[in-house]
């Protein structure tokens, strides 16, 4: 028997060799691995609309590298984790309001919190909890409604009225301690991404929103692959439509893919 549900239809998907389109291999892991979970967990988890973080030691690895300049100044530089930004795309798109509060100020954070669509960026904030508060009247929700994810002490007090808590797995012991949970994954290496799956899988919407990603990036492709471009030749100039066509090797270097439900659905529109 045929199983017709979002899960399945993505994994049936992905066996069928379009691994190569979306990174899903935690999948059926992290399933597992959510069973785990406590009860009590998913119930905070569940009732999240807010997700807050702090940036250094919990977006980032918590290095802060300044390249000197001949100026005398210093240009800082910040890695961000994709896993963690594929997270943040998925939260939006199940409607979470997302942002960060940070001690620091630094132009590279402000370029990818714009990237990622957060809604709320503060920084200079060497106390939060002003920022915090500010955020809950402009947004209208309570404290069990907030995520707060952090590192180390500055993040506490967030912590300790936010619904739920979340430690990275290398924050200080004290973060710790004052956390409902701790990622396994260190903080810019995808502790981002561990929270936001927790809070997706404990509403039941994480599996639907995999789907709508694999989907998006299907149909993104064959709008790329459709899309005509003029060549320029010694000869002139000529049209080529269907530059990659749904059947070509460099889309599809694996002949099954185009036997995937997803293919085979997105191809008969």
């Given at each position: 028997?045929?199983?017709?549900?979002?899960?399945?239809?993505?994994?049936?998907?992905?066996?069928?060799?379009?691994?190569?389109?979306?990174?899903?291999?935690?999948?059926?892991?992290?399933?597992?691995?959510?069973?785990?979970?406590?009860?009590?967990?998913?119930?905070?988890?569940?009732?999240?609309?807010?997700?807050?973080?702090?940036?250094?030691?919990?977006?980032?690895?918590?290095?802060?590298?300044?390249?000197?300049?001949?100026?005398?100044?210093?240009?800082?530089?910040?890695?961000?984790?994709?896993?963690?930004?594929?997270?943040?795309?998925?939260?939006?798109?199940?409607?979470?309001?997302?942002?960060?509060?940070?001690?620091?100020?630094?132009?590279?954070?402000?370029?990818?919190?714009?990237?990622?669509?957060?809604?709320?960026?503060?920084?200079?904030?060497?106390?939060?909890?002003?920022?915090?508060?500010?955020?809950?009247?402009?947004?209208?929700?309570?404290?069990?409604?907030?995520?707060?994810?952090?590192?180390?002490?500055?993040?506490?007090?967030?912590?300790l009225r936010a619904g739920l808590a979340v430690a990275v797995g290398d924050a200080v012991p004290e973060v710790k301690a004052a956390a409902h949970y701790t990622t396994?994954?260190?903080?810019?290496?995808?502790?981002?991404?561990?929270?936001?799956?927790?809070?997706?899988?404990?509403?039941?919407?994480?599996?639907?929103?995999?789907?709508?990603?694999?989907?998006?990036?299907?149909?993104?492709?064959?709008?790329?692959?459709?899309?005509?471009?003029?060549?320029?030749?010694?000869?002139?100039?000529?049209?080529?439509?269907?530059?990659?066509?749904?059947s070509h090797k460099l889309l599809f270097p694996n002949p099954a893919v185009e036997q995937s439900p997803i293919i085979r659905e997105l191809?008969?529109?």
């Amino acid at each position: 028997m045929r199983v017709n549900c979002p899960r399945a239809r993505t994994i049936n998907a992905l066996k069928s060799g379009f691994a190569g389109v979306f990174l899903p291999s935690f999948l059926e892991a992290h399933l597992a691995d959510f069973a785990k979970i406590s009860p009590a967990l998913k119930k905070r988890a569940a009732q999240i609309k807010l997700l807050l973080m702090d940036v250094d030691g919990t977006m980032t690895d918590g290095s802060v590298t300044l390249l000197s300049q001949t100026d005398g100044t210093a240009l800082e530089i910040k890695t961000f984790d994709a896993h963690d930004g594929q997270s943040l795309t998925l939260a939006q798109t199940a409607g979470l309001r997302t942002g960060c509060i940070t001690g620091r100020e630094s132009a590279a954070l402000l370029r990818r919190a714009h990237e990622m669509k957060m809604e709320f960026i503060y920084m200079k904030q060497p106390v939060k909890m002003p920022a915090y508060e500010e955020i809950l009247r402009d947004t209208g929700v309570s404290d069990s409604a907030v995520a707060h994810i952090g590192d180390d002490l500055p993040d506490i007090p967030l912590m300790l009225r936010a619904g739920l808590a979340v430690a990275v797995g290398d924050a200080v012991p004290e973060v710790k301690a004052a956390a409902h949970y701790t990622t396994k994954a260190l903080a810019g290496h995808g502790a981002i991404r561990e929270a936001v799956e927790l809070i997706l899988k404990s509403k039941g919407i994480w599996e639907a929103m995999i789907d709508k990603a694999v989907r998006d990036a299907v149909s993104r492709s064959f709008i790329f692959s459709r899309t005509s471009s003029r060549v320029s030749t010694n000869a002139g100039q000529r049209e080529r439509t269907g530059w990659f066509r749904p059947s070509h090797k460099l889309l599809f270097p694996n002949p099954a893919v185009e036997q995937s439900p997803i293919i085979r659905e997105l191809t008969n529109q």
